[in-house]
């Protein structure tokens, strides 16, 4: 739920609250996200270069990263193109909802139960390459829990997680790029619409 007085539509309190989130969120996402080549790119175009504290270093990283990513996710499509070729989708059950509205809680939920499937959290951090490496990463750091700064909830890299990182990490348009670039939400507004990006 949104804190007490704070209405999306109220955009400086909005855009105030959500950069709260960011900044706390940001150390850990960055290190996690796992952008493609497309993607990082896709991103790097819409940075505001007056605005942003990224040198060229940090770009040099995301972008040396990015190919690192771009291969694996290659190299992935080849070992797992007859196993991806036979697997049928079943109808996908989706919950939408607002930010800070209880989504998560319900996902984590539906999740429970043993009929349902979802993408763990290094999947979708890692979604260009994670059948690749996911089983190799689980062995070493799988373990390891942290907790979400806005609401203190607990997660691992098998916890459920939202696909939208996953389809952020693939280059799809996502209200996430925010997070990676704040100056994109100079408008907050842009955030409340889906045809955005």
């Not at 706390?24 to 896709?42: G, I, V």
């Not at 690749?132 to 459920?160: C, H, I, V």
């Not at 939208?164 to 619409?193: I, K």
Request: charged fraction near 20%; charge should be positive.
């Amino acid at each position: 739920m949104l804190p007490k007085g704070l209405h999306p539509l109220n955009h400086v309190k909005f855009r105030q609250y959500c950069l709260g989130i960011s900044q706390a969120a940001l150390p850990k996402l960055k290190q996690r996200l796992r952008l493609s080549r497309n993607a990082w790119l896709r991103l790097a175009s819409k940075i505001n270069r007056n605005r942003s504290r990224a040198g060229p270093g940090t770009r040099l990283m995301y972008y040396s990263a990015s190919a690192t990513n771009s291969f694996l996710a290659k190299m992935q499509a080849v070992a797992y193109a007859e196993a991806l070729a036979k697997v049928e989708v079943p109808p996908p059950i989706v919950l939408l909802g607002f930010w800070r509205s209880g989504t998560t809680f319900l996902h984590e939920l539906f999740c429970c139960d043993a009929r349902f499937g979802f993408p763990s959290t290094y999947a979708c951090m890692n979604a260009a390459h994670f059948l690749l490496t996911e089983q190799g990463f689980q062995k070493r750091r799988g373990k390891e829990q942290a907790y979400r700064p806005m609401d203190n909830m607990q997660y691992s890299w098998a916890s459920p997680q939202e696909d939208e990182f996953a389809l952020l990490c693939m280059g799809a348009p996502s209200p996430y790029q925010a997070l990676l670039v704040p100056s994109l939400m100079s408008d907050s507004r842009t955030l409340l619409n889906l045809r955005w990006c």
